[in-house]
């Protein structure tokens, strides 16, 4: 007999109105200039905090798919809101404006985060900085227009510190940078468009990091008189005070919530060949792993062990690879990428219908009604095509060949899409990209030798937002959308205005990135080495490639393949078998980056909701779930202000997350 599954109702989702229009269906607000003009003074300070507390203070801000910035702005305007309702309610600010202010601030902040403008800023000035006679890397300086970095003679004050901006030498290369970020930022917000109505309105995708902000904003919400919420709250602040203090003061007491290593206990073949496998104790993943579907959860922490056993059993019978190619038995990386692709076609293969009808009214021949979103849908379409032309000839124009533009920003945009998807249905803390980046998957399977060093090097400067996919921008335009939909706010509005603030958070950011490390020194003590180290990341790749010059990769290829068909077939088991426990999100989730530190909370999690729900039924879900989102608020406040307190003093913090 199948069993069903008891399915929760995400919070946040259709909050009441107290406005409604005459047909019955809530009426749509508009968006305020006092709501804009403190989204704007948002947007300064959290990007400034954002990259100084990433750069300087070595917090990790940006890091995670909640980020801090935006999260302690919303509560600070929590805390302004419920003083100002005792003296003068009528200033009060409404859900729609915090709302508002919120999304612009994160739609800003992503952009000058991990993986972003940070990435950018130490990838140009690499090659003239890091070039020897003997890595040979003068050369790809004539491989790439020079006006796509700044002149040489400003790159010596960017590591060293201590210097003005000068802002002459980046002129061209700020222009340029900006305008292909824009264009790329444009093509996400049409994708998002276009699917808006199919996961929001038919497939009723829970949106888990959307839901904290529109708990904690929800007029009629009793979130903070809840008892629960505040114990899960205190639990957390009391967990990562402690070991805040313990990185100030050695004596104090420590708890273990990073990650501690499994490995170093296997150390007998084949049982060494395990791989990382740490544990952690997260709270704010606990909490959002508790917001999820058993079955979500379930199969993340599930097939992250499935892949330990792949290793293990890969040793045991002695399994290689073949020679001149890069990738290895059990080919993880190439599975997560496969999945990773398959994902973005199951997308389009559930969608088929809204895109037939969406491509329709793009032609003027279709009738689907398209008032409600955040783009007319011949306007995402024909935006989409002109967008994704626009930034091929401008990769050309930037050095990239014009044959590799299109599969380069293609096959990046379907690793968004991917993300999006997977933030919109599983909402991990933090989303790692595929184990092999655009340019991984174009070179590998083809063999480096079948590229020159001008194609390979090109690739290279465009490799920043493909390295490091945590701060990926377009999950953030889609919650946006999300948060909108709830608070009965008008999408075109949001819309509009998150492409103003995606203007403002390019020009702000690359201003504080570049003062940051102008000021303190991109090679020196003052700062976090690690962006550092990933502007250089790019171009060790090409002179690896050039140097092992790999065949075509046949294994590889196939291992891709078998991650794609995997995925199909999880989802197509899924859609036959309402008792199936196994969801793709959880396949595609395991076999990257982003379960090493998850797998350990979203067992916790699962085994909690399970018991809870198995006993209480969906009554005690609702009544245990804000214990849970107390846990994730307790861990971000209290880990911000530790933070925010580290870039006043100008002294390095306990990192609370992610390892």
């Known amino acids: 007999m199948a069993v069903r599954r008891i399915e929760e109702r995400p919070v946040g989702d259709g909050f009441p109105s107290d406005l409604a229009s005459r047909d019955g269906k809530p009426a749509e607000r508009g968006i305020t200039i006092r709501a804009i003009i403190i989204g704007v003074v948002g947007v300064f300070l959290g990007v400034y905090w954002g990259v100084y507390g990433d750069v300087v203070s070595q917090t990790d801000l940006t890091s995670t798919s909640l980020m801090m910035p935006p999260v302690l702005i919303l509560i600070t305007l929590l805390v302004v809101n419920s003083g100002v309702r005792r003296i003068t309610p009528q200033w009060v600010l409404s859900q729609t404006e915090l709302i508002t202010i919120y999304v612009m601030v994160t739609v800003a902040v992503v952009l000058s985060g991990m993986g972003m403008l940070q990435f950018l800023c130490t990838t140009l000035g690499a090659v003239p900085h890091y070039k020897t006679p003997e890595n040979g890397w003068g050369k790809y300086l004539n491989d790439v227009p020079h006006y796509i970095m700044p002149k040489l003679s400003a790159i010596d004050g960017f590591y060293k510190g201590g210097e003005p901006i000068p802002w002459s030498a980046w002129k061209m290369p700020i222009l340029l940078w900006s305008g292909f970020l824009f264009l790329m930022l444009f093509c996400m917000m049409c994708i998002n468009s276009i699917l808006r109505k199919q996961w929001m309105d038919r497939e009723r995708l829970a949106y888990p990091i959307a839901q904290l902000p529109l708990e904690m904003t929800a007029p009629k919400s009793s979130f903070f008189r809840n008892r629960l919420m505040w114990a899960g709250f205190l639990i957390a602040a009391a967990l990562e005070t402690t070991n805040s203090l313990n990185y100030l003061y050695p004596n104090f007491p420590y708890v273990q919530l990073r990650a501690y290593e499994l490995e170093q ?193 090109g690739m290279a400067y465009f490799h920043w937002f493909n390295l490091e996919m945590r701060c990926c921008p377009m999950p953030t335009h889609a919650e946006g959308m999300k948060m909108a939909q709830a608070t009965h706010t008008r999408q075109r509005a949001m819309a509009v205005l998150m492409l103003a603030a995606m203007v403002l958070g390019i020009a702000f950011g690359f201003y504080v990135c570049l003062a940051v490390w102008y000021s303190n020194g991109a090679e020196t003590a003052k700062v976090e080495p690690w962006r550092t180290m990933m502007g250089r990341i790019p171009f060790d790749k090409v002179s690896n490639y050039m140097a092992s010059q790999t065949r075509p990769d046949v294994s590889g290829i196939m291992a891709m393949t078998f991650g794609a068909g995997f995925t199909f077939l999880l989802g197509y088991l899924r859609s036959k078998f309402v008792w199936f426990p196994f969801h793709p999100a959880g396949y595609v989730l395991a076999n990257t980056g982003t379960m090493y530190w998850l797998w350990m909370p979203f067992l916790i999690a699962w085994i909690c909701k399970s018991l809870i729900t198995r006993y209480g039924g969906i009554k005690g879900y609702r009544a245990a779930l804000p214990f849970f989102l107390g846990l994730v608020l307790g861990d971000y406040v209290t880990s911000s202000l530790w933070a925010l307190a580290g870039s006043a003093f100008k002294i390095h913090m306990y990192r609370c997350f992610p390892c």
């Open 265 to 457: 206990y296997f150390t007998t073949p084949p049982w060494n060949s395990v791989g990382m496998f740490p544990i952690t104790f997260y709270p704010l993943a606990i909490g959002l792993g508790f917001v999820l579907s058993t079955d979500i959860s379930f199969s993340c922490w599930f097939f992250y062990l499935v892949t330990k056993f792949e290793n293990v059993f890969t040793a045991a019978i002695g399994w290689k690879g073949g020679a001149g190619v890069l990738s290895a038995p059990p080919y993880l990386a190439q599975q997560g990428t496969g999945a990773f692709i398959g994902i973005a076609v199951i997308v389009i293969w559930l969608a088929r219908r809204h895109l037939v009808e969406v491509f329709a009214k793009a032609i003027g021949r279709g009738r689907e009604d398209d008032s409600g979103e955040p783009m007319g849908y011949p306007t995402a379409v024909w935006g989409l095509v002109g967008g994704f032309v626009a930034m091929v000839v401008l990769c050309a124009f930037m050095g990239l060949s014009p044959f590799i533009a299109p599969a380069y920003i293609g096959l990046y945009l379907v690793f968004a899409t991917t993300i999006t998807r997977l933030r919109a249905e599983a909402g991990p803390p933090w989303v790692f990209g595929p184990d092999l980046s655009a340019l991984d998957t174009i070179v590998q399977p083809i063999g480096s030798s079948m590229f020159s060093q001008k194609a390979l090097v």
